[in-house]
């Protein structure tokens, strides 16, 4: 296995042509079919399936990819380092819940690297999509919460997938409202008070079991129910239709100025928000800077 080798998988599944990727490397088809065969015979892996519609990776082929990502770009940095002292393209993805903290040590790490070439990816997404991003290695970090009610399930799968959880902060359930809500100005909010109104949660897609749930207290049967995908809605919605969402209580207020407030919910609950990292992977330059940034965050909280 060589890194040459590691180059054409990463080219031949961005691409999803042998025909494309060997256009792009600027080499033969056959000599690339040919490389990518051998590269699976030494392996004793398949790592993509072909059809008459182009080339997909298969399950062992997606793994690979993760640690030959990785591979390849900690070779980059080296050759940048010690060879050619031509500042190489830095890449860096994340995956998360929908928490603005995360956004906000996101916009730390960029103008702490500030390098003249960089690709940087942050997604907010669902629980399983961040458990199998930093599974496959497709992300150097995730963030998650956990409570009593997931923790069992979620623990065990992370096990499973060689992922190791690290505490970032506890906090108590806080819901949010906008300003004008009704519930706005008591000091605690029961959970018969949210009753009559909607509630606000994040859609899980196929796995909605209530162990992938971003929102704590999921098993509970509300009348108002509106699941959504983006923070920006959920904003919408807690200013526009008087609805909450549960959540950890930390809200920027230059997002919305004074619009949005969280009051602490009374119940004996906590959670749990923490940081996924795969044990085989030795964080980055870049991971480290963001994990730093998330921990001065959470040193305020």
């Known amino acids: 296995m060589t890194l040459q080798q590691l180059k054409y998988v990463l080219s031949v599944a961005e691409k999803g042509s042998i025909c494309e990727a060997a256009k792009a490397l600027f080499i033969s088809q056959p000599s690339l079919s040919n490389a990518i065969k051998d590269l699976e015979n030494e392996l004793k892996l398949s790592l993509f399936v072909r059809t008459n519609r182009g ?14 990502r990785q591979v390849i770009q900690q070779t980059d940095m080296l050759e940048e380092k010690y060879l050619t002292g031509t500042p190489a393209k830095q890449r860096f993805c ?19 690297f500030g390098g003249a070439e960089y690709e940087f990816t942050i997604r907010e997404t669902k ?12 992300s150097e970090l995730g963030i998650i919460y956990l409570s009593e009610y997931n923790e069992t399930v979620i623990r065990k799968i992370l096990d ?14 806080h819901v949010f409202l906008y300003k004008a809500h009704p519930l706005a100005g008591l000091g605690l909010i029961n959970l018969e008070d949210l009753d009559e109104y909607p509630c606000l949660s994040f859609e899980q897609g196929a796995y909605s079991s209530f162990y992938f749930s971003e929102e704590i207290l999921s098993t509970r049967n509300v009348k108002k129910s ?5 923070r920006a ?12 969402t549960i959540s950890t209580g930390i809200f920027p207020k230059y997002l919305h100025g004074e619009d949005i407030v969280s009051i602490p919910l009374n119940i004996n609950e906590q959670i749990r928000v923490g940081v996924l990292k795969h044990k085989d992977l030795t964080l980055t330059h870049l991971g480290e800077i963001y994990w730093d940034a998330l921990k001065n965050i959470a040193k305020q909280i």
């Not at 080339?55 to 030959?68: C, P, Q, R, V, W």
């Not at 994340?94 to 960029?110: C, M, R």
């Not at 629980?127 to 497709?138: G, Q, R, S, Y």
């Not at 997938?161 to 902060?169: A, K, M, Q, R």
């Open 94 to 112: 994340i995956s998360t819940q929908h928490y603005t903290f995360a956004a906000n040590a996101f916009v730390e790490l960029v103008k702490e």
């Open 55 to 68: 080339i997909t990776l298969t399950n062992d082929g997606t793994e690979f990819l993760g640690y030959a």
């Open 160 to 173: 499973e997938s060689s992922i190791e959880f690290y505490p970032l902060f506890t906090v108590k359930p």
């Open 127 to 138: 629980t399983f999509e961040i458990i199998e991003d930093v599974k496959l290695l497709h």
């Open 226 to 230: 509106i699941r959504v995908s983006d």
């Open 233 to 244: 809605a959920i904003v919408n919605f807690l200013i526009g239709l008087n609805a909450y």
